[in-house]
T-cell receptor
C-alpha cells in the first residue's frame, strides 16, 4: 500500500467552478499535511498546510483534514485557467519527521 | 521564487557515468533535502542533510550519495548511472531538520541514455 494516495485524475472543471481534490494516507501517526502545486516543467510550490482536523481557508483554497478517516482534501473555488496544474498532496509522519511523503499528484485542467 | 538555486538545469549522461548535482539553500536555512521525481510521479525522498550530516535516507541504493558544506549548500552524487535514474532532481531547503515548510528549488532534469 502506498503511503499517500491521490485520485488519479485528470480532473477537468469549467472556469468558475469548484475543483475538489482528495488524498488518503496510511500512517495514522502522520501529523502535518501539505498541498503543493506544480506547473508543467516546474518545481512544486507550497499552497498551504494543515495540522488540525477541520477546515483551513486561504483565499480561494480550502484544505480539509479528517485524521480519523486519514483523509485530506483541497477545494479550489472559482477555478481559473491559471489553476491548471498538478496538485501534490504531501504528508509528514511523526516517526520520520524529516521527510515529506508525496502522492502521485492530480492534474487539474480548468476550461475557459 | 524560493531563493533555492540548483545547477545545472539540464544534464544528459550515458549509462555507467557519474553525475554531481548542486543546490544552494535559502539564506538562514541549515537543512537540505533531495527528492527524485520520475515523469508522472510524485517526488520521492532520497536523503536529508542537516548541519553537514546525513539526517535521514529514503529507499535509494548507496550509489546515491551526498554532501553538505559549511555554508549549507549541498551536492547529490549518483554513480553508475542507470536508465531509470532519468528524472527531475529536486532540492528543498528548510529552516532546520524538523521544520515543516520545505522550499523547493527549480530542479535539475537528468536524462540518462
Amino acid at each position: 500500500q502506498k503511503e499517500v494516495e491521490q485520485n488519479s485524475g485528470p480532473l477537468s472543471v469549467p472556469e468558475g467552478a469548484i475543483a475538489s481534490l482528495n488524498c488518503t494516507y496510511s500512517d495514522r501517526g502522520s501529523q502535518s499535511f501539505f498541498w503543493y502545486r506544480q506547473y508543467s516543467g516546474k518545481s512544486p510550490e507550497l499552497i498551504m498546510f494543515i495540522y488540525s482536523n477541520g477546515d483551513k481557508e486561504d483565499g480561494r483554497f480550502t484544505a480539509q483534514l479528517n485524521k480519523a478517516s486519514q483523509y485530506v482534501s483541497l477545494l479550489i473555488r472559482d477555478s481559473q485557467p491559471s489553476d491548471s496544474a498538478t496538485y501534490l498532496c504531501a504528508v509528514k509522519e511523526r516517526s520520520n519527521d524529516y521527510k515529506l511523503s508525496f502522492g502521485a499528484g492530480t492534474t487539474v485542467t480548468v476550461r475557459a | 521564487e524560493t531563493g533555492v538555486t540548483q545547477s545545472p538545469t539540464h544534464l544528459i549522461k550515458t549509462r555507467g557515468q557519474q553525475v554531481t548535482l548542486r543546490c544552494s539553500s535559502q539564506s538562514g536555512h541549515n537543512t537540505v533535502s533531495w527528492y527524485q521525481q520520475a515523469l508522472g510521479q510524485g517526488p520521492q525522498f532520497i536523503f536529508q542533510y542537516y548541519r553537514e550530516e546525513e539526517n535521514g535516507r529514503g529507499n535509494f541504493p548507496p550509489r546515491f550519495s551526498g554532501l553538505q558544506f559549511p555554508n549549507y549548500s549541498s551536492e547529490l552524487n549518483v554513480n553508475a548511472l542507470e536508465l531509470d535514474d532519468s528524472a527531475l532532481y529536486l532540492c528543498a531547503s528548510s529552516l532546520d531538520s524538523v521544520a515543516d515548510t520545505q522550499y523547493f528549488g527549480p530542479g535539475t532534469r537528468l536524462t540518462v541514455l
